[in-house]
């Protein structure tokens, strides 16, 4: 709530604007600054505080296990400083952003990621086995600590230096306000659908959150490359024209067929080869046949969240760069009642695959939800129409040459279907010309040869 959602919607178009129009931009960045700073770090002395009611609300099935349950508890509490963390890093990442700098922004996060193998690998060989749950708590500490200064480090190249201030006086905080408190109160609504879905869990079968937890952390990889990734784009491009007074139709669509290209085809490749890829990153030591089997399961049914999600991300920045929040927060309502009703209506039926189902509904049902309202206020061009029915029947040709692999190997047939499906689908885009990068050197070849 007060990161990644926070800063692309609320403080990054008005960020930009102040840049745009050169109203103390500055000033700004450091009014955010001290406000989330001191934010993050109230709620964490509260969560460490309340860290077992949180423990008791969110996980009650954990309490007929004391040992499992207080173990949750301690962890919690060496987990929640984090929050200061990740705040600070998701606004000097909106910064950077804002200054149309993506890559080392995007780069960060291997940092934390790093920080947590380098802490974890080191605990297997100086740590009893019996401290290393709380070791994995403080390496989530220290990779977020890499991360943070690795922005902060970008921020200087720039030659910004966000300090505290207590002067809350400017023209755009009011507005950054208005568009936060609605945001809040979106994601908050938004998160009590994964509440839920973890409480069922932990009365369905043994084994069911971390076959969940497995599956939802693979299908988390296109989401970071793809829909995370032009949500991080499309967010200062569309800020800056709205501040600009400009059109936006063109950009609005391109960003969507860019949204199809890009988690469509990942989609349906991953949920094609859901049993191979946990099978090979997974099936080993105590993880058996059978718990590949059930995170295949849980893998299948969470696969469509990829594209849904994709495409709400772009329409949600279309509507947050004009300071809209009206029909973001009844798409997220729609889609969180959608997962609530599958997940407590199916549950008991489909056990823990009905939870991947519900969360892939209740995102399928935002998406569909933006897409006509958006559609209604600003059409699809022809073009963009044309491009993406083209992307769409692209990926599903592409899995044919798929089918025809037969390998025993399961490594081997991943890595061949990979190669045939995405030579197939190229060779389609090559042949329709709705890749622009294909197109563009398919006319310089042309060009070339006159």
């Known amino acids: 709530m007060l990161a990644e959602n926070a800063m692309q919607t609320a403080f990054v178009p008005n960020y930009v604007r102040a840049l745009e129009k050169n109203e103390d931009p500055d000033h ?86 790093l920080g947590i193998i380098v802490i974890t690998i080191a605990a297997k060989y100086f740590i009893p086995v019996e401290e290393y749950t709380r070791v994995l708590g403080y390496s989530v500490l220290f990779g977020g600590l890499l991360q943070l200064l690795y922005l902060a480090l970008r921020l200087e190249v720039h030659r910004i230096y966000p300090k505290l201030t207590f002067n809350f006086h400017h023209p755009y905080l009011r507005d950054f306000g208005k568009l936060l408190i609605p945001v809040l109160i979106s994601v908050g609504f938004s998160k009590i659908a994964p509440f839920i879905n973890t409480l069922i869990a932990t009365f369905l079968r043994e084994g069911s959150i971390s076959y969940l937890t497995y599956a939802y952390r693979l299908m988390q990889v296109p989401v970071g490359l793809f829909a995370v990734g032009l949500q991080t784009v499309s967010m200062p491009s569309f800020s800056q024209i709205v501040a600009r007074n400009k059109e936006i139709r063109d950009a609005l669509w391109k960003s969507f067929f860019y949204a199809v290209l890009l988690t469509l085809p990942s989609s349906i490749f991953m949920m094609f080869y859901s049993g191979e890829i946990v099978q090979i990153l997974f099936q080993r030591g105590a993880f058996t046949y059978l718990d590949t089997l059930y995170t295949t399961q849980a893998l299948i049914l969470y696969t469509p969240h990829v594209f849904a999600i994709g495409v709400s991300k772009i329409f949600l920045n279309y509507y947050f760069s004009k300071g809209e929040i009206k029909i973001p927060n009844i798409s997220v309502a729609l889609g969180t009642i959608a997962n609530i009703t599958i997940a407590l209506t199916l549950s008991k039926y489909l056990d823990f695959p009905a939870l991947a189902l519900a969360v892939s509904a209740g995102m399928s049902t935002q998406a569909l939800f933006l897409t006509a309202t958006v559609s209604k206020e600003s059409p699809i061009t022809p073009e963009y129409l044309q491009k993406v029915i083209k992307v769409m029947v692209a990926s599903l040709v592409s899995l044919f040459p798929c089918y025809v692999v037969h390998l025993r190997n399961s490594l081997q047939r991943l890595t061949a279907g990979f190669i045939f499906y995405t030579a197939t689908f190229l060779l389609i885009a090559y042949l329709w010309d709705f890749l622009p990068e294909i197109k563009a050197t398919k006319k310089f070849e042309e060009q070339k040869l006159k």
């Open 28 to 113: 700004f960045l450091n009014l955010i600054f001290t406000i989330f700073l001191f934010a993050s770090l109230l709620i964490t002395v509260l969560g460490i505080i309340f860290s077992k009611q949180i423990v008791l609300v969110t996980a009650y099935g954990y309490t007929s296990i004391p040992e499992k349950f207080y173990k949750t508890v301690e962890v919690t509490r060496i987990t929640f400083p984090y929050l200061i963390i990740v705040s600070i890093s998701a606004l000097f990442q909106a910064v950077l952003n804002s200054k149309n700098e993506f890559f080392h922004p995007a780069l960060s996060p291997a940092l934390f990621g």
